[in-house]
């Protein structure tokens, strides 16, 4: 069995997986029904003291699955801070769920939310929750509800706070003095220039970063012509194919401030999206709607996973994956350009018609045309293919497939559809 134990923010995690912000950190009962399959953190739900729509009463969950398969795990989570009332929470629920993460060896992280930056505030709130004895306190800078169509000087607080490298390092700077407890800034996918924002609340104190809160949506009933679900249009984008985004965005800040620790969230639903999370620089990883859409077993399956992962490929500790592509990461803005571009492609599919069912998906997905079936095989026009290699991808052959893409000039393959393509361009001659 591997030693998943993992060591953030100086608690010693029993393993990476953890629950981030929401329901299950509110109260104690909600707390224990995660912690008993073996979390090795946990993370409160958001308390505060705003009046106003920042306090919505009730949650409205809606998912998007009768509307086809590709939406399974998709929904619009409408829920605002938490429920309860701030001082209530610091002195009933809050201490219970520390007890009860410790008394189970998982960290608990309380979390905060405020409006605007004002220091007596935000300062205040890190005593009340330091007071707790709470291992860490992440402030909620990165919800997406205040942003749903307001003026950012309206409604200032969650992903507003999170979008501009001053305010962020602002907020952090008084949080981060008034209390000796670590303090972790949450993310915003919405933030256009995420690398910025986490060097600002790095250099200005913070202990770790949280990437990410969610994005936010809005689905439309087509056969009533009316929005569906909630009473109101938007709310919260939940789901696994968001974790592309979320995951790129967590990126940019660990491709920048490497090292640095890093909470990773967003559309992590198994144990090789954490893992997925973990080699892309985070130091652990926490579902959240996947526990609403497939129940709190999924926790438990993601540790497992992991454990059984780490045994196949000889991983000792998460130490062993963890980066692992942060190096690779890049825009193709900064790849180079090719002078064959608007010629013949030097790159193109090598069809093995010993593998190849003749199944003719290659030639119906091919974007340029440049596949037709010819005796059941599929025949690659040089001149009109551009070696893109979806074809490749697409191949429903098991073991590989029944196409490689190949270099001209050596013949040697470039992409087997594992992995990354082979950086080819960089031996061509260059424009
Ligand atoms: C029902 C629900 C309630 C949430 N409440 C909070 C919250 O109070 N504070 C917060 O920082 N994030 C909150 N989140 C955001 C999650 O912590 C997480 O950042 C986001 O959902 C992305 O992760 P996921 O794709 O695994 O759900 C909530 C998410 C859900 C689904």
């Known amino acids: 069995m591997a030693n998943l134990t993992t060591e953030f923010l100086g608690f010693q995690c029993k393993n990476p997986v953890g629950v981030s912000s929401c329901d299950f950190g509110e109260t104690e009962w909600e707390a224990g029904r995660v912690i008993e399959h073996g979390i090795g953190w946990l993370t409160g739900k958001t308390i ?10 009730r949650p409205f969950f809606y998912s998007l699955k009768k509307f086809g398969p590709d939406l399974k795990d998709v929904w619009v989570c409408s829920q605002m801070f938490s429920h309860i009332p701030y001082d209530e929470w610091m002195s009933s629920e809050g201490p219970k769920i520390v007890k009860k993460c410790h008394d189970n060896n998982v960290m608990f992280i309380g979390s905060i939310g405020a409006a605007g930056d004002d220091a007596d505030v935000w300062s205040t ?18 919800g997406p509800h205040a942003t749903f169509g307001a003026e950012l000087d309206q409604l200032d607080c969650g992903a507003p706070q999170a979008m501009d490298p001053e305010k ?6 008084i949080c981060s003095k008034a209390v000796d407890t670590p303090i972790i800034f949450k993310a915003t996918p919405q933030c256009v220039n995420q690398a910025a924002v986490s060097h600002a609340v790095a250099n ?7 990437a990410n809160n969610s994005l936010y949506g809005t689905w439309i009933d087509h056969e009533t012509g009316t929005f569906y679900g909630g009473p109101y249009a938007v709310g919260g984008l939940m789901g696994r194919p968001w974790q592309i985004f979320s995951l790129a965005k967590l990126l940019e800040t660990t491709a920048s401030l490497k090292g640095f620790p890093i909470i990773g969230v967003g559309g992590i639903f198994t144990w090789d999206d954490c893992v997925r999370y973990m080699m892309a620089g985070a130091t652990v990883t926490g579902l959240c709607s996947a526990v609403y859409s497939r129940g709190v ?15 196949r490929k000889g991983y000792k500790s998460t130490k062993d994956f963890y980066g692992m592509v942060v190096d690779d990461f890049g825009y193709v803005r900064d790849w180079p350009r090719e002078e064959w571009m608007a010629k013949k492609s030097p790159i193109l599919p090598k069809v093995y018609e010993d593998k190849c069912t003749g199944c003719g998906t290659c030639e119906t997905v091919c974007p340029y045309g440049a596949i037709a079936m010819e005796d059941g095989l599929p025949k690659v026009d040089e001149d009109v293919c551009m070696g893109c290699g979806w074809c490749m991808g697409h191949c429903p ?4 497939g029944a196409i490689d893409m190949i270099r001209t000039d050596t ?21």
């Not at 200005?204 to 949280?210: P, Q, Y």
């Not at 052959?397 to 590989?400: R, T």
Request: glycine letters at 14%; zero cysteines; proline letters at 4%.
């Open 397 to 400: 052959v098991k073991d590989g």
């Open 297 to 311: 077993g999924v926790l438990k399956k993601a540790i497992e996973g992991m454990d059984a992962f780490m045994d």
């Open 48 to 57: 505060h003291k705003i009046d106003g729509p920042h306090h919505w009463p």
């Open 168 to 173: 962020s390092g602002k907020i952090i700077g």
């Open 204 to 210: 200005a104190g913070a202990a770790a970063i949280t």
């Open 125 to 142: 709130h890190m005593r009340d929750m330091a007071s707790i004895g709470v291992d860490a306190i992440e402030l909620d800078t990165g």
């Open 411 to 431: 013949g040697k393959v470039v992409w087997t559809g594992r992995g990354v393509h082979d950086k080819w361009v960089l031996d061509y001659p260059q424009a």
